[in-house]
């Protein structure tokens, strides 16, 4: 590959990088695939036409073929499962100007598209992402742009249409985040409870290597103690909490006494109450966003 395809390939990069991680829900898989298509692409010796469009088709059936093994993965994952958090401040995962462009990174959406068969969320993001026709996403998957019209239909029965909580002012849930931790930091239970949903579920993703729920919480009371309680534990000790964007929305970062990054959680809102929290501990999906912080 000469230096022009190698500039073609930079150019692209971050583009390919947006597209596999909200097909794989993983950071570092990610990276995995878009090395291994860079590979690809450094072994092409005769002309293409467009170049984005082929990069895109095989970064695409990579993800594909990974989300098949994926799913068989996560069915025996250690307690509940949570996509691998980005800090998106900086532009990590493309552009996040557009109620669309937010919802497809965010936790509760990425969960969402766990529902969907490989070719339908493949369908999903390429069209509610990046704004691809049905035609293009027809030939990137080598399917009828009639099946791909289908295919999109379906998933977004599955999704729902969750864009109402993003269009909500963002600085408002910024304030509820923050006050929320404060009343989880004090172990307020009473605070707590007014600043949840009836409804409330919380997530812990541990994957078995550090102590967390294996189950969802459920319910007002029980979550409100459930975090409440967080302030016992001895690793609550000496943590520091920080504000910044995640996966496009306003999120919490603890950091142990040295500065490493100990969890971070994310809150789904309904009106001003928190509708679902998303706590990541697990050291292996923290990476990545500890190597951003770095």
Partial sequence: MDDLGAEVFEGQRARLFGLAYRLLGSAAEAEDLVQETYLRWSRVTGPVEVPAAWLTRVITNLCLSRLTSARRQRESYAGPWLPEPVLTADGALGPLET???????????????????????????????????????????????????????????????????????REQHRRIVRRFLEAAARGDVAALERLLADDVIAWTDGGGSVTAARRPVYGLGKVARYLGGFVTRPEAAGVVVEFLEVNGEPAALMRGPGGDLLAIMTMELDGDHVAAVRTTVNPAKLAFAGAQLA
């Fill in 99 to 169: 109620v669309e462009q937010r919802e497809s990174v965010s936790m509760g959406v990425l969960i969402l598209l766990e529902r969907l068969t490989p070719v339908e969320r493949a369908v999903f993001v390429l069209r509610e992402a990046f704004g691809h026709s049905h035609a293009e996403i027809a030939g990137v998957l080598g399917i009828e742009e009639a099946h791909s019209r289908q295919l999109h239909r379906r998933a977004r029965a599955h999704v729902g249409e969750p864009r109402k909580r993003f269009e909500s002012d």
